[in-house]
């Protein structure tokens, strides 16, 4: 298995509900990361868990809440989200944690809509 | 300035012509990305490369370390490589560039 795979694909919250997004792999990568992404942009760094610890937060909202209950699975809880959190949310893995000579595998990414 | 920058921001070709995207960063660099996305899809990576030249299929991507500049090349290009070609390079973070929009048209 080389993949990693987000559910669900789409997901059109109100700005009162509370949802999470799910991230799922299984080779055995120990590094795995939340992206968000708007539209003709390139993606922005959330969360990284590295070794099932939470390594970086960039600062992201309290509303938005990253947990990693083992080393394949990934959540993204969200509560009380605003209409400028509408994006692409893309999920990736990587071998190792850091930022070294390895690759990194991405999710086909969740398209969230605030309404 | 951006750390990642890529040329041309869009491209436009005709099926089998060949295409050159490039990439220059400013950081230092353990290793450089090209990425590939379809519209409102996720991400794929293509290569990954620390030095020199790989190639897979019709895609060719170089990096030169000294002058932190690298290439893709795509040969005998086809509507299906229609996509946004990113380059990224792990820094202190990954840091992705704004993305070259491509078009082929049969």
């Known amino acids: 298995d080389t993949e990693v795979t987000q559910t669900p694909k789409h997901l059109v919250m109100g700005m009162t509900n509370k949802k999470s997004l799910k991230c799922e792999q299984h080779m055995g990568h120990r590094a795995m990361y939340w992206y968000k992404q708007k539209a003709k942009k390139p993606p922005e760094l959330m969360f990284v868990?590295?070794?099932?610890?939470?390594?970086i937060n960039e600062s992201v909202p309290s509303r938005f809440s990253p947990e990693c209950p083992n080393s394949s699975l990934l959540n993204l809880h969200l509560h009380a989200l605003q209409p400028e959190d509408s994006a692409l949310y893309l999920c990736a893995s990587s071998p190792a944690g850091g930022w070294g000579s390895f690759g990194y595998t991405f999710g086909s990414g969740t398209r969230l809509t605030v309404v | 300035k951006n750390e990642v920058e890529q040329s041309p921001q869009n491209l436009t070709a005709q099926e089998g012509e060949f295409i050159t995207i490039n990439c220059s960063y400013s950081v230092g660099i353990s290793a450089l990305h090209w990425l590939q996305q379809h519209p409102g899809g996720g991400i794929v990576s293509l290569f990954m490369l620390s030095s020199g030249k790989k190639k897979h299929g019709r895609l060719i991507a170089t990096i030169n370390i000294q002058e932190k500049h690298s290439s893709l090349h795509i040969t005998a290009s086809h509507p299906r490589d229609s996509a946004v070609y990113i380059c990224a390079v792990s820094a202190d973070k990954l840091i992705f560039g704004t993305g070259t929009r491509l078009q082929v048209f049969p």
């Open positions: 868990y590295s070794y099932e610890k939470l390594s």
